[in-house]
């Protein structure tokens, strides 16, 4: 059986197109089906990976020949995980949306699936043009889904999202556009795909605003500073189930862009630009650890950790080291996988603390409550990088490469791993000892739906703490081709 | 001019018939339409004058397609009309916003008030005076061309005779048409002056021949035909009208006016300066480029503060209408090939927008107010989503045709030197997020609070347009059709822009002189 990648990236939005044609209450379990689908069928592709195969799965068309965009769409070692990740985690936030009754089920339905398509387009596509489109397309749905089913100030919050992030893509459109166009040697045909973009690099001048360009999008996207401003509305007025599959997929398109089109389409302009980078890197990582540990808003924490995390993930593409890069596409996915559960236990929380998020409101919610307060300590220690998890690999490698390559940027990116540990402990604290609050209510997870969607994610996260080299075998292979292109310029 | 020429002159010009016939069958439908409508009867009113309008445009386009021939332009009357794929591309265009047009119409207060024959031929003759302009050789046709299609127009626009506003649209549209008509012959003359001709071919060859390219009395011609030109096709600093006419006008008539006029103003954009001019491209590009970055700005900014959807969609209008400018001034293939592709969609996305807004303000107590889409999105989604599919590809989102159209102007802009009008076209495009995506917030989004800060609105919300009580408020199908096809369409080329592409593709090959 060969695996086509199509049929993945399409399943999702087919789903949630069949959703709307079925009976409200039908209309989450739909989606749940189809996420679920999509994953088994992911994995099926997981397990017919070649390890060190290069890119697999290949599907190559004619899409708009006139402007020399393609359907093309392939696996590597690079986005593997990543598309793996995406398949993962929609489905618990497709459960988390099915179990709760939601003002215009269908809709809802419609958006989550056509935004697990467009996430999963962004991640396969080889061809610039298609990831552009697929990267814009990704606003859509989620402009949709924090504006109609957000919290008070919801639209607000989804127009400064939306604005931000797309004067991003807009200017990433017109890299693109500007990329394809100067790399087509003359009289020859036009092409964006990255095979054929990487076979004509750019003189440096061109390559530097370019490289500003695209940089600027992936930055906003992902967050990271001085590049977050939506971020704090967005997460605090999204969903639940939205703002789950937001944080842990949708911010790693952002950073996941560096390595796939900056790192080998516009080398000497990362090198140039290396120092820059990782400035904002070790910015993002102290700023997102200190703001983290001043939030009371458990969303925010979240939120603001992840803008250190992510920091971290820059520091680790920017070391233009291959060890570095390993680390970052590690991290991303370990991100992600914590991030999720993560935002399911701040929905956990919230139902106990009377639909609030703010830590004042919590307090002892261990006492009897054991699961929960296991299952957030994992999750807590994974996301603080303990030895034994799999982010405690991710981030040595990230480390690794920095120390390796810029020695002061590392050195003080090590202090984010400390700061880490203060700002996720201080928040299990606050939400599970200590006195506890008025109106909090201690009540462990529900065996049904409440464990169950929890359970398999944290499953995960203890195998890959095990064994972490399931990830970095299958990863080693790639990353570094990104990387080799800007050693490439270095050596110059 | 010696005796022999005379003669030679005062015979009958070569007159291809078929090539001529799509002109004719508009023209002679418009008269028909005139003469049937003398018998007063409502079945003659209501069903067979609308018939009958539809029969002409339909007959016109399948006698364009039969004369759908690629290559360089063919004479079909000697020395003042030719036909070629431009030509024949965007009458396509005038025609099918003349059916939307009809059903658009078809329940107005405009029809009703002013008498089909007379809305329907006067939209005919429009038509017909688009098409010469489309495919004319000459200065002098141009000229006839751009008041043929003008005249009716002012008069549409007034066609609400009981309505104030309709009223004083139709005169703001006439005396300030009436300027940049006498702007645009007077720019004509000089560029007759100074080279000697009135044929476009000649114009060419004598410019690249004999006159000087920095001959003032050319450039001062050029000048003025392109600011006449820029009142027609809404272009900064001569767009002032746009929104009040826009506004004012029956709301079938203004989409009509945003979609055809712009398209036939475009056209004769795309000939004078890539076609007669295009060998002192050097000279134009650069104050054109001008004109679009102005457009671009001025509209969009224009744009966030409006509360009357007309007049957002006018400064919309406005704003596109720099995007595609921008394609005319790098003079290459591409670039005729990217505005041509992006004036086929404009149909689409404007077309659906315009319906939606015909269609609540008939039934809203806010007429064409961005109140009345209030909570569309849950009280009618099939008229919210057209919208929602308008806004979106108008902003530019992928899976839209908009988003191809933009990815296109881009790209020709970018091939042809121009990258930094590549950049406005998308600053430009983050500044209309804010007004589109403030459109969809309304229907999708409620209970909504955004009122732009310090931006009051310029009047109460009252009826405005076609609405009228005795409108029957739920039923109108035949706007909800178009509108979902138009949306559909939006759609469609957004995923699968080939067929269009084609049709691009072979306009591009009409003008030869391009630079590839």
Excluded at chain 2, 16 to 24: A, E, H, Q, R, V
Excluded at chain 2, 185 to 198: D, S
Excluded at chain 2, 361 to 375: F, N, Q, W
Excluded at chain 2, 423 to 451: C, D, F, H, Q, T
Aim: charged share 10%; proline share 4%; hydrophobic share 55%.
């Amino acid at each position: 059986m060969t695996v086509h990648l199509s049929i993945i990236l399409f399943l999702p939005a087919v789903a949630g197109l069949v959703a709307m044609f079925f009976p409200r209450d039908w209309a989450g379990w739909t989606l749940v089906t189809g996420s679920v689908l999509t994953l088994a069928y992911a994995i099926v592709m997981l397990a017919r990976f070649k390890t060190g195969g290069g890119m697999q799965f290949v599907t190559d068309d004619n899409w708009i020949s006139e402007l020399g965009i393609r359907y093309q769409l392939g696996v590597d070692g690079l986005n593997l995980f990543l598309v793996m990740l995406t398949a993962l985690l929609w489905v618990p936030a497709s459960i988390a949306f099915a179990v709760r009754g939601w003002d215009r089920p269908h809709l809802f339905a419609f958006f989550m699936g056509l935004g697990e398509t467009a996430v999963l387009g962004a991640f396969m596509a080889q061809d610039l043009g298609l990831f552009v489109a697929f990267f814009d397309l990704m606003l859509v749905p989620f402009y949709f889904l924090v504006g109609m089913w957000g919290g008070e100030d919801r639209v607000y919050a989804t127009t400064k999202l939306v604005i931000y992030t797309l004067v991003g893509s807009l200017l990433m459109l017109a890299a693109a556009v500007a990329l394809g166009v100067m790399s087509t040697p003359d009289g020859g045909h036009i092409s964006f795909s990255f095979a054929t973009l990487a076979q004509h690099p750019l003189s440096a001048g061109s390559q530097y605003w370019l490289f500003l360009l695209f940089a600027f999008a992936f930055l906003v996207k992902a967050p990271i500073f001085p590049l977050h401003g939506w971020m704090p509305d967005a997460y605090r007025q999204a969903p639940l189930p939205v703002i789950l599959v937001f944080s842990a997929v949708v911010s790693k398109v952002g950073v996941y862009g560096f390595l796939r089109i900056v790192l080998p389409l516009l080398p000497q302009a990362s090198v140039h630009f290396q120092e820059l980078m990782l400035a904002i890197a070790v910015v993002s990582i102290l700023y997102g650890s200190v703001l983290a540990f001043s939030q009371d808003d458990t969303r925010l924490i979240v939120g603001y950790s992840s803008i250190a995390q992510l920091g971290f993930i820059l520091l680790g593409i920017f070391s233009l080291d291959s060890k570095g890069g390993q680390g970052a596409v590690m991290q991303m996915v370990n991100h992600g996988l914590v991030v999720a559960p993560l935002f399911l236990i701040i929905g956990y929380l919230a139902i106990r603390a009377q639909e609030r998020d703010s830590l004042d409101w919590m307090g002892g919610m261990a006492f009897r409550a054991p699961v929960l307060a296991g299952v957030f300590l994992i999750v807590a220690l994974a996301t603080l990088a303990m030895p034994g998890s799999a982010n405690f690999v991710g981030e040595l490698y990230i480390l690794f490469g920095t120390l390796q390559s810029k020695i002061v940027y590392g050195l003080v990116a090590s202090v984010g791993v400390v700061l880490a540990a203060v700002y996720m402990i201080r928040f299990f604290q606050r939400a599970m000892h200590g006195r506890a609050g008025v109106h909090a209510e201690s009540r462990d997870l529900a065996l049904g739906p409440e464990l169950a969607v929890i359970a398999p994610l944290v499953l995960v996260i203890l195998a890959l703490g095990v064994y972490p080299n399931f990830l970095l075998h299958r990863i080693n292979a790639f990353a570094p081709v990104a990387q080799n292109a800007a050693q490439v310029a270095l050596k110059k | 001019m010696n005796t022999l020429n005379v003669i030679a002159a005062a015979k009958a010009p070569v007159i291809d018939y078929k090539g001529i016939s799509p002109l004719f069958a508009i023209a002679g439908g418009a008269v028909i339409v005139l003469i049937v409508a003398l018998f007063r009867g409502r079945f003659v009113q209501r069903v067979l004058v609308p018939l009958l309008t539809v029969g002409a445009l339909g007959a016109a386009i399948g006698l364009t397609i039969w004369n759908w021939q690629t290559g360089d332009s063919k004479p079909i009357v000697e020395g003042a009309l030719s036909i070629d794929t431009l030509a024949l591309g965007l009458s396509l265009i005038f025609y099918a916003s003349g059916l939307v047009m009809v059903a658009f119409a078809w329940r107005s207060v405009a029809l009703r008030e002013s008498g089909s024959g007379e809305f329907f031929g006067l939209m005919l003759g429009s038509i017909a005076g688009m098409n010469i302009l489309a495919s004319a050789e000459n200065l002098v046709t141009l000229f006839v061309g751009i008041e043929l299609l003008s005249i009716p127009l002012y008069v549409l626009c007034a066609s609400e005779v009981r309505r104030e506003t309709s009223l004083e649209s139709g005169l703001k549209y006439l005396v300030i048409g009436s300027v940049g008509s006498a702007t645009l012959l007077y720019g004509l003359a000089f560029i007759y002056g100074a080279t000697g001709h009135t044929d476009f071919a000649g114009i060419s060859s004598a410019i690249g021949d004999r006159v000087d390219i920095t001959d003032p009395l050319l450039l001062t011609g050029i000048g003025l035909a392109a600011a006449g030109l820029a009142f027609k096709a809404s272009v900064a600093p001569f767009h002032a009208w746009t929104p009040d006419v826009y506004e004012g006008a029956p709301t079938p008539v203004t989409a009509f006016m945003a979609v055809a006029t712009k398209t036939a103003a475009f056209a004769i954009i795309l000939r004078l300066f890539d076609e007669a001019l295009v060998t002192v491209q050097v000279q134009w590009a650069p104050a054109l480029a001008a004109l679009a970055v102005v457009t671009i700005i001025v509209g969009n900014v224009g744009a966030i503060g409006q509360n009357s959807l007309k007049r957002m969609l006018a400064w919309s209008g406005v704003a596109q209408a720099g995007y595609m400018l921008a394609g005319v001034v790098v003079g290459t293939k591409l670039g005729l090939q990217a505005t041509v592709f992006y004036l086929a969609i404009y149909l689409f996305m404007n077309m659906a927008a315009f319906g939606v807004v015909i269609a609540r303000e008939r039934v809203s107590e806010h007429g064409d107010g961005m109140k009345s889409l209030e909570g569309l999105g849950s009280a009618s989604p099939l008229l919210a989503w057209p919208m929602t599919i308008a806004m979106l590809s108008l902003a530019g989102f992928p899976a839209t045709a908009g988003f191809i159209g933009k990815f296109y102007l881009i790209s020709a802009t970018v091939d042809g030197n121009w990258a930094w009008l590549g950049v406005m076209i998308v600053i430009g495009s983050m500044i209309s997020l804010v007004y589109y995506l403030r459109v969809i917030a309304v229907m999708w989004m409620n209970p909504l609070k955004i009122e732009v800060p310090g931006l009051r609105p310029r009047r109460e919300v009252r009826p405005v347009a076609g609405w009228s009580p005795e409108a029957d408020p739920r039923r109108q199908p035949e706007v909800l059709v178009v509108t979902l096809i138009m949306a559909a369409a939006t759609i469609f080329f957004g995923i699968v822009p080939s067929p269009l592409f084609h049709l691009a593709h072979d306009v591009g090959t009409s003008l030869s002189s391009l630079f590839t």
